[in-house]
């Protein structure tokens, strides 16, 4: 069976990680994804995770570019926007991450590509929009994050402001920058017509915000967090953490009095709120003495056969190993040419007739230049002569 874009050709100009999330979750579903990068490479290729680089390739690199073949290409040269240019006209769909205007002034933007390919959808990402106040501001994850509004979300009352680990900004824009790609395709199978579609990160990532940001504008005053971290501070108690015998359990929105009842705790019998803002940290201290006598895995016994909302708090060597995990086949791997098994996070949904899978690795630099603009009809003394006058790097015949 075949990917559900399986037939989409994918011209993928972006770096770092919300394009390139973006394109690979195309590309796991099927659709050819052509990474034009520069001769040096696209930036993750040269920043990884931890500084780990099994043989010599990024980790954060790998992470990012399954399903891929990589053409490197010098777009500041007359020859390399040629390539683009033949390529786009039998591409279904072109993505860039680059500054805004950086594409028209390298003469490969919409309205030149539109007008070679009118079925072309093209999809541009940056930090802050293609135009506006901030249009010429970096654009970089904390940094919008910071600007977003969530750190105020996070951690308790008095401490630093703290922003989220993962890349929340780069993530959810791939994710609008996916789901915006393929809903312009069927609207062009529709109307035959191709269009420019803008996303970026700052406003993915307020649209990520919609119930808090919605609280604040209806009149829920700005979020105030609470003395004994909760970890939401619109929510009130029971809601959180509570530390166990021996590591951690979580509990949701659960009846205080119920809770109280099977954790052990008296004065609560009459409470039957799930969501109680009213002295909740006083509720939540009473709460964490009892929630120390037994163990994680204890407490998960007697809450889950109550039906109480509660889980236990995995590190990722607990989530590497959860049944649930490696029955919804999260944790995959494949073959790389240097790397060897390269171990990975799966897809997350399921294509009963259109399955989603793994069909290349992580493309080393300029793999495929020669097999992509063959196909383009470029001849092979043609690709040689670029490759000899550095307008692309051709791993298969860099040493011609």
């Known amino acids: 069976m075949s990917g559900a874009l399986t037939g989409v050709t994918v011209l993928d100009f972006t770096q770092l990680a919300q394009g390139p999330y973006a394109t690979q979750i195309l590309g796991d579903m099927g659709a ?8 040096n490479g696209d930036w993750m290729r040269n920043f990884a995770y931890v500084n780990l680089y099994p043989a010599g390739e990024s980790v954060s690199f790998l992470a990012f570019n399954r399903n891929k073949r ?22 279904d769909v072109a993505v860039e991450n680059f500054r805004p205007g950086v594409m028209e002034r390298l003469g490969i933007g919409y309205s030149t590509l539109a007008q070679i390919n009118p079925r072309l959808i093209f999809c541009s990402s940056s930090g802050f929009g293609a135009t506006g106040p901030y249009v010429n501001r970096p654009g970089q994850d904390l940094l919008i994050q910071s600007m977003a509004g969530g750190m105020v979300l996070n951690g308790k009352r008095g401490d630093f402001q703290m922003a989220t680990a993962v890349g929340l900004a780069d993530l959810v824009t791939g994710l609008h920058i996916a789901y915006s790609i393929s809903a312009a395709l069927f609207n062009r199978e529709r109307t035959g017509q191709g269009q420019a579609i803008e996303c970026n990160l700052y406003s993915s990532l307020l649209h990520l915000h919609q119930q808090e940001l919605t609280a604040y ?17 619109y929510l009130g108690a029971p809601y959180g953490l509570f530390e166990t015998a021996d590591h951690y359990v979580a509990t949701a929105m659960n009846q205080v009095n119920k809770l109280a009842r099977l954790v052990g705790v008296p004065g609560f019998e009459t409470m039957d709120g799930n969501n109680v803002m009213e002295d909740r940290d006083d509720i ?13 895995a204890e407490w998960l016994n007697i809450l889950l056969a109550e039906d109480i909302w509660c889980s236990p708090v995995y590190s990722f060597a607990e989530v590497e190993t959860d049944p649930q995990v490696l029955h919804n086949g999260m944790i995959t791997s494949y073959e790389h040419p240097t790397v060897g098994t390269v171990r990975a996070v799966g897809f997350p949904v399921n294509f009963l007739g259109t399955p989603a899978e793994i069909r290349r690795p992580a493309p080393l630099l300029g793999q495929h230049t020669a097999e992509v603009l063959g196909e383009f009809g470029y001849s092979p003394g043609e690709i040689r002569d670029l490759a000899q006058r550095r307008i692309v790097t051709a791993a298969e015949v860099s040493h011609a």
């Open 32 to 39: 050819e994804i052509i990474k034009i990068e520069p001769l």
């Open 217 to 233: 504008l209806n009149g829920g005053g700005i979020p105030e967090r609470s003395e004994t971290n909760m970890p939401n501070p």
């Open 284 to 296: 939540r201290r009473a709460f964490m003495p009892a929630f120390r006598t037994r163990t994680t």
């Open 70 to 91: 990589s053409v490197a290409v010098n777009l500041k040269t007359p020859e390399g926007q040629e390539i683009v240019r033949r390529i786009a006209a039998r591409a």
